[in-house]
Nanobody
Framework: QVQLVESGGGLFHNGESLTLSCAAS????????MNWYRQGPADNQRKLIA????????VCRDQVKGRCKVLRDTEKNAVILEINNLDHEDTGVYVC??????????WGQGTQVTVSS
């Protein structure tokens, strides 16, 4: 059984940085695609903001471009999302999604991030 657990959320202030972790059990984060989604208070659905591909290629979408880093922690079997220079638009629930063998989707429960001025 594959499980994903996010951690690192909480209350932040403008200009600060956050580090979120998505720890996997039951499947390896190496060689598989991991996506990070965010759903803000005004959003009616999750939006993809960052990902790390099966070969380690990373993408940070427009919402976090230039402020984002995605990396694997192979020792902990986790994927790390770092976002710096936070502002209120970064507020939301951050959810990780592991796609195993390009066909099996697994989701974490999400972690709340609140950015306050």
């Amino acid at each position: 059984q594959v499980q994903l657990v996010e951690s690192g959320g909480g209350l932040f202030h403008n200009g600060e940085s956050l580090t979120l972790s998505c720890a996997a059990s039951g499947a390896s984060v190496e060689g598989n695609l991991m996506n990070w989604y965010r759903q803000g208070p005004a959003d009616n659905q999750r939006k993809l903001i960052a990902q790390i591909g099966s070969e380690g290629d990373t993408v940070c979408r427009d919402q976090v471009k230039g402020r984002c880093k995605v990396l694997r922690d192979t020792e902990k079997n986790a994927v790390i999302l770092e976002i710096n220079n936070l502002d209120h638009e970064d507020t939301g629930v951050y959810v990780c999604n592991l796609v195993v063998a390009k066909k099996h989707d697994y989701w974490g429960q999400g972690t709340q991030v609140t950015v306050s001025s």
